[in-house]
């Protein structure tokens, strides 16, 4: 069974400063991957995947991630903070049988 | 397209009450799924349907909650004699039928759930 580990419940980070949240993931078969971002009483919004083309993903808002195979890593990044990226990110995988596995999620905190 | 949406976005029942939430996938997404979020926690997957057939249930999906997809279209997802540990935020998501993307899910707002 897949799944994913996301350390540190509550990042919290300086407006403008880099915006780094890690994801490690286990598979038994050549995953896809996600991070999704959350906002306060509302649904999960994609913001980038990994689906075995390049490992360099860009995705919305300035969000990109670079998936590390040797490393079992999917590890989103974002040069400058901006106070609108305060929100729950969730990391996710799947294995190719129709079921999403998330991580706990990173509470990201912007300190202006 | 107006994305995915549920119904109610909020319901407050009473322990032993039965409640039925509704969800409306994107239009001619074939795949249909529902997750339970707790607080503090990763969404968690209940079951999943492609197009009416129910093709696979979590071992979280007790015997009390019941999920159906008559059409093809919009799903509903039934929870008999609640309990107070089904407080939750549940999500629907659904997804096209291509192969590159069949597996990127799209999710709507979420019903919370508080069971006093």
């Known amino acids: 069974a897949q799944s994913v580990t996301q350390l540190g419940s509550h990042v919290s980070v300086s407006e403008g400063a880099l915006v780094l949240l890690r994801c490690n993931y286990s598979?038994?078969?050549?995953?896809?991957l996600f991070w999704y971002v959350q906002y306060p009483n509302q649904g999960l919004q994609l913001l980038l995947k990994y689906t075995s083309a390049a490992t360099l993903v860009k995705g919305i808002n300035g969000f990109e991630a670079e998936f590390k195979k040797s490393e079992t890593s999917f590890h989103l990044t974002k040069p400058s903070a901006h106070m609108s990226d305060a929100a729950e990110y969730f990391c996710a995988v799947s294995a190719g049988n129709n079921r999403l596995a998330f991580g706990k999620g990173n509470q990201v905190v912007v300190i202006p | 397209d107006t994305g995915v949406s549920q119904d109610p976005r909020h319901k407050i029942t009473k322990r032993g009450q039965n409640v039925t939430f509704r969800c409306d996938p994107i239009s001619e997404h074939n795949r249909l799924y529902w997750y339970r979020q707790t607080l503090g926690q990763g969404p968690e997957f209940l079951t999943y349907?492609?197009?009416?057939?129910?093709?696979?249930k979590s071992r979280l999906l007790s015997d009390r909650f019941s999920a159906e997809r008559p059409k093809g279209s919009f799903s509903t997802l039934e929870i008999q004699r609640t309990e107070q540990g089904d407080s939750a935020m549940y999500l629907c998501?659904?997804?096209?039928?291509?192969?590159?993307?069949?597996?990127?899910?799209?999710f709507g707002p979420g019903t919370r759930l508080t069971v006093t």
């Open positions: 998501a659904s997804s096209p039928r291509t192969s590159l993307t069949s597996y990127e899910q799209y």
């Open positions: 598979s038994s078969v050549p995953p896809y």
């Open positions: 349907f492609q197009n009416e057939a129910q093709l696979e």
